[in-house]
T-cell receptor
């Protein structure tokens, strides 16, 4: 069975600081990996996805993530946080099937 | 280009009632998936519809059922509502031909409250 673990349900950073949101997965087959963002009272918006091409994936709004097979990780980073980045972030894995399996989410808070 | 739309936005029901939620996929998409997101948790996969048939199902009881219409829109039905069914229900659409790498685009969700 595939699963996703997001370390840290809440992360707080200062505006302009590095953002690091952690995601580890378990999968019996090479996975496809996704990061989604959810703003209050809204659906999910795709930030980026890994589909076995380049291991460093660049997404929207300055976010990027690196797939590390040896560590089974797909951490999300952004060099400089902005107030508008405050939201809930979800890592998801999609193996050979069609369903997405999500982690529990990390709420990012950005302090002025 | 319209994205994924869902109706209604909010819904309040009482225990034992039945509810129907609706979803229209993004233009050009033919596959619809439904997810349940309880408060403070990540979305959980309910099922997926393609070519008007349920193709894959998550760990949800038979009280949860669905339908896909020829225009690719979809409904989620929940019978005999329980308090624990209170959640945000998300619909996502994708294109079958794009395969497993395709992005699932999510709608804004329907907030269901069961009293």
């Amino acid at each position: 069975a595939q699963s996703v673990t997001q370390l840290g349900s809440h992360v707080s950073v200062s505006e302009g600081a590095l953002v690091l949101l952690r995601c580890n997965y378990s999968s019996s087959v090479p996975p496809y990996l996704f990061w989604y963002v959810q703003y209050p009272n809204q659906g999910l918006q795709l930030l980026l996805k890994y589909t076995s091409a380049a291991t460093l994936v660049k997404g929207i709004n300055g976010f990027e993530a690196e797939f590390k097979k040896s560590e089974t990780s797909f951490h999300l980073t952004k060099p400089s946080a902005h107030m508008s980045d405050a939201a809930e972030y979800f890592c998801a894995v999609r193996p050979a099937g069609n369903m997405l399996t999500f982690g529990g989410g990390t709420r990012l808070m950005v302090k002025p | 280009d319209a994205g994924v739309t869902q109706s209604p936005t909010h819904l309040i029901k009482t225990r034992g009632q039945q509810v129907t939620l609706r979803c229209s996929p993004k233009s050009g998409h033919d596959t619809v998936s439904w997810y349940q997101q309880a408060l403070g948790q990540g979305p959980q996969f309910i099922f997926q519809y393609y070519e008007e048939e349920e193709r894959q199902r998550g760990n949800f009881p038979d009280r949860f059922s669905g339908h896909q219409f020829p225009n690719y829109s979809s409904e989620l039905n929940v019978n005999a509502l329980l308090l624990g069914d209170s959640a945000l229900y998300l619909c996502a659409s994708s294109l079958e031909l794009a395969g497993a790498t395709d992005t699932q685009y999510f709608g804004p969700g329907t907030r269901l409250t069961v009293l």
